[in-house]
């Protein structure tokens, strides 16, 4: 994967990925009811695929795509 993400983390009611060439994207939680209303401890029980990001706990995915195809 060319955005290869190194790092996964939250912060002021968004959700954040690094990739290895230092590139940040973000998304609000509030455009996914299920990670908004998990504890920090199931937020942070996640693993992280070459695609995206899984929440066993909460039946969740979120894809890497989502994060650097997104447009407004």
Not at 47 to 57: A, C, K, M, R, V
Request: aromatic share 16%; glycine share 6%; hydrophobic share 40%.
């Amino acid at each position: 994967m060319e955005n290869k993400v190194v790092k996964v983390w939250f912060d002021n009611g968004r959700i954040f990925i690094r990739t290895a060439a230092g590139e940040e994207k973000s998304h609000p939680l509030s455009w996914f009811p299920k990670l908004q209303n998990a504890t920090n401890a199931v937020l942070e029980n996640f693993t992280l695929s070459p695609f995206g990001i899984h929440w066993e706990q909460l039946d969740e995915d979120l894809s890497f795509d989502g994060f650097f195809n997104y447009s407004k």
